[in-house]
């Protein structure tokens, strides 16, 4: 049987549609694949520039110096009790010590520069040090101190020894200092616990999240307070007992917005109302923890519905069938069942307001703070604020700091979330 | 003092609920003896959930009421004593002097601090003295009042648990009607605060003029004394950004939401979408880190190497990584509105000969489009309203322009320098935020309402 030519072109034609149009579902799928992978890159590429940078902050720059503790100056009263130690001077023995380390060293210029490699902390962990054994005074002994930030910088191949002098922050000589410590084996690197224990600081080197981490709590507790109990309360009324009626959809069109509002707003509605009307204080965890409880709200309540409406009418009808009140039916066994899902729900609702910001700067929560804060109208920072803040703040060492204080609230997040799957999978009944 | 109160109120209803059980138990008769037994219409704890209420609540209104308005009174009564003290000499008003003492002028000796601060003082101490005596006296005749006479009402033609049950229901609607009392308050603060802004700015000036630069002057004779406040250049950049951020966010998203429902195996899609669902639950200030230290330098890095002018925070990194961060809120909708659409539609393609593209293309999407339109209006609202991003890796010039490698300013940023800084609340400048506020809050929900009107009116019905 033979084709005729006509036929053959016809055929070939339509081969090659059909290879355009397999090409087309090739690179239509490859697309697909690149749009996935386009996503999850960006997702490593954050986390892996944040493990990187946060990498240099988890060690500081120690130096072992022999201080002489001149009983004159560390302790002017001189009856060795706490409070002349704790106003004696103790950046005085540290220069001596400096100076008996490099002798040669002249000038006042040099003198400074000399002193500024030491961090600002070290006279405060000196004298710590002499607080907790007053014995040392009059002697001489060994401490090991933290170096300046610049230093620790130097030593982490932060600071590029080959720019040129006035571009850096370290002049030669104090590079030649930091290398003659280095060979004497004076230098250690040690782990950077101030970070988890101290407030925040100026200086990079002392800078920790401990307030940020406290003033977090303080803030999460309040909205915890507020919001899961009438987040419940909101969602058990629009579920279980209220009518079908105009109001009843305005309330629920009106949460399902709230959800969508923008943050920043909740924050222009606590400055405006909590603020400048009721007076609270500026930058408190009670007026955060309340404004970040308006925010989570919609959040518990649409995943209380859910876990409500999850729960199947037979339990209620068992109740009332053996003469439970409808109010019984709901609280002695319908919410029951009902707790595991609203707890996850919560739990998340409380991780997003853990990582909420922008309403937070609204109310004044971004001061600068180095004391801890102790009580709901202190003002403190939280978190992702204190981020915020050392991402703003011109020390090239702050960059580590910033990045590491991002694995710390990434690390509260993954806990959270954690805890919300295995809330989920340890009590939530299946029908 | 009243910190101590708020501790009490626990043992209050503790307090109320054993008294009211213990009266329903006396009134119930011994259980024992079934002769003088009594069958009451409610269980005992019912009675004591009785007291409990009427022993804790009007308490814990009295210390509300105190909390929310002490302050004022205080500040109003001290005030008017300052005043009629006679010892004002016309530079500062009570108010001012009131606020001095709060901040411990007065025991601060010799400069600043004067008689009128000590009197100040001393009229504070004793005015907030009265107060928490009234506050205390209050609480204790509320809670004593409550207590006596609920449990006298306990009897046996008491049906206690009708009582507490509406009691109940009356909690729950009011807690229902916190989110309804939060967007009310929203719209009223922000409303009010942009009027008094408009009576100092045109809303003329504000919605159509192209300078804005808010920083007003301290004094009249510095240049840029009035500040001005035309706020298109604001909204301009805005814009840019959203249309960046979206220009990544929307054929991504769509892309992976079309690969999930239609390609992907269900191992692989056990494991991607979570993980798309994380790039949502990261921090936005996280994001907002990585954005100004990380992909900032490299956007410049980049521009330079193709011989481009970019400026050090420019809209591009902004845009990029808001778009990435927005990602999955268009896939995860897309992937629903995709799912949404019945087999047989996708079925009937395939077995006409079209490809699986052909049939996601001709078919699917479009079949899903009311979805994925509402998901992508919902996407646009959420980059409006982001915050951190923006603050941290956009600029604060205020440029119009459509180059993605010049530094723009969006209007999360402008309200956030304008209220961030120390300045008086009354200026127009601080106010300036509040109508930004308000034109933010309106357009984002302008947009959540058109996408939800698209995705309820234009879904096919299938069924």
């Known amino acids: 049987m033979s084709s005729s030519p006509s036929n053959d072109a016809a055929t070939r034609a339509a081969e090659g549609r059909i290879q355009e149009r397999y090409r087309t579902e090739r690179l239509f799928q490859a697309a697909g694949v690149a749009a996935i992978g386009f996503a999850l890159f960006a997702l490593l590429a954050l986390l892996v520039s944040i493990t990187y940078q946060s990498s240099s902050a988890l060690s500081h720059t120690y130096v072992e110096l022999e201080v002489e503790l001149d009983a004159d100056t560390v302790d002017p009263r001189g009856d060795g009790s706490p409070e002349s130690l704790a106003a004696g001077g103790y950046s005085r023995p540290l220069r001596n010590a400096l100076r008996a380390r490099f002798p040669e060293v002249s000038g006042r210029k040099n003198k400074r520069r000399l002193n500024a490699l030491l961090s600002d902390g070290a006279e405060y962990q000196l004298r710590d040090a002499v607080l907790a054994d007053p014995g040392l005074v009059g002697q001489t002994a060994s401490f090991v101190l933290p170096m300046s930030d610049d230093v620790d910088l130097l030593l982490k191949g932060d600071i590029d020894r080959n720019v040129a002098e006035s571009d850096r922050k370290l002049t030669d000589l104090q590079i030649e200092w930091v290398d003659a410590l280095v060979a004497d084996g004076a230098v250690s690197h040690e782990w950077n616990t101030g970070f988890l224990t101290n407030g925040d600081s100026r200086e990079p080197e002392l800078a920790g999240m401990q307030g940020a981490i406290r003033g977090s709590l303080l803030t999460l507790l309040v909205t915890l307070l507020l919001s899961f109990p009438v987040g419940v309360a909101a969602a058990v009324y629009l579920e279980e007992f209220a009518p079908r009626n105009r109001f009843t959809d305005l309330v629920e069109v009106n949460i399902n917005n709230l959800a969508a509002v923008p943050s920043i707003i909740f924050g222009l509605l606590g400055l405006a109302v909590f603020l400048n009307v009721f007076g609270m204080p500026r930058g408190a965890p009670i007026v955060g923890g309340i404004v970040l409880a308006l925010m989570t709200l919609p959040t518990i309540i649409i995943a209380g519905r859910a876990a409500l409406l999850a729960v199947p009418p037979s339990i209620r009808e068992a109740a009332l069938g053996v003469g439970a009140s409808p109010t019984q039916a709901v609280l002695h066994h319908v919410l029951p069942q009902a707790l595991p899902g609203i707890l996850t729900g919560t739990i998340i609702g409380m991780a997003r307001a853990l990582g909420e910001t922008a309403p937070l700067l609204m109310i004044g929560m971004v001061a600068f703070i180095a004391d801890l804060p102790s009580g709901l109208s202190d003002p403190s920072t939280v978190l992702p604020v204190q981020i915020f803040l050392w991402n703003d703040a011109p020390e090239r060492a702050f960059v580590a700091r910033t990045s590491l204080g991002i694995v710390v609230l990434l690390g509260f997040l993954v806990a959270m979330n954690a805890a919300a799957v295995w809330v989920r999978s340890r009590f939530e009944t299946r029908y | ?463």
């Open chain 2, 1 to 463: 003092m009243t910190g101590l109160l708020w501790l009490l109120l626990p043992l209050l209803a503790a307090l109320g609920w054993s008294v009211g059980r213990a009266r329903a138990r006396a009134l119930a008769g011994d259980p024992s003896d079934a002769g003088s037994r009594i069958e009451l219409h409610s269980l005992p704890g019912h009675y004591g959930q009785f007291v409990l209420i009427w022993a804790a609540l009007p308490p814990l209104a009295v210390l509300v009421l105190a909390t929310v308005f002490g302050g004022a009174l205080v500040d109003g009564w001290v005030a008017s004593q300052i005043e009629a003290s006679g010892l004002l000499d016309g530079s500062k008003s009570a108010e001012q002097v009131l606020v001095e003492v709060r901040a411990g002028l007065a025991l601060l000796e010799g400069e600043g601090a004067s008689l009128v601060h000590v009197q100040a003082s001393d009229a504070l101490a004793r005015v907030e003295g009265t107060l928490d005596l009234a506050v205390v006296g209050a609480f204790a005749v509320a809670a004593a009042a409550g207590l006596y006479f609920s449990r006298r009402r306990i009897t046996i033609a008491l049906r206690a648990r009708n009582h507490v049950e509406r009691a109940l229901h009356i909690a729950l609607l009011f807690s229902s009607v916190v989110a309804v009392l939060t967007t009310i308050g929203i719209v009223v603060s922000l409303f009010f605060e942009a009027m008094r802004f408009f009576q100092l700015v045109s809303p003329a000036e504000f919605f159509f003029s192209t300078e804005w630069s808010p920083q007003t002057a301290l004094r009249s004779d510095q240049v840029g004394s009035s500040g001005a406040f035309g706020a298109v250049p604001v909204f301009a950049g805005t814009l840019l950004i959203t249309a960046i951020a979206m220009s990544i966010a929307g054929p991504v998203g769509l892309m992976a939401a079309i690969h999930l429902a239609f390609y992907a195996s269900e191992s692989a899609r056990s494991w991607i979408k979570p993980l798309l669902e994380v790039i949502a639950g990261i921090p936005t200030v996280v994001w907002g880190s990585f954005a100004a230290l990380t992909l900032g330098p490299q956007v410049r890095v980049l521009g330079e190497a193709l011989g481009l002018q970019v400026a050090s925070e420019s809209a591009l990194a902004a845009g990029v990584t808001m778009g990435v961060m927005i990602i999955p809120f268009v896939s995860s909708l897309s992937d629903d509105a995709l799912n949404a659409v019945p087999r047989s539609l996708r079925e009937g393609s395939l077995a006409m000969g079209a490809t699986e593209s052909e049939t996601i293309r001709k078919v699917m999407v479009p079949a899903a489009l009311p979805g994925i339109v509402g998901a992508f209006l919902l996407a646009v609202s959420r980059a409006i309203g982001e915050t951190m991003i923006v603050v941290m890796a956009a600029g604060l010039a205020a440029n119009m322009t459509a180059n993605p490698f010049e530094a723009v300013t969006t209007v999360t940023v402008q309200i956030v320098t304008l209220l961030t800084g120390d300045q008086e609340f009354d200026s127009a400048k601080t106010l300036a935020a509040f109508a930004l506020g308000l034109t933010l809050f309106f357009v984002t929900l302008a947009l959540n309402l058109v996408a939800l009107r698209v995705v309820r009116t234009f879904r096919e019905e299938y069924e």
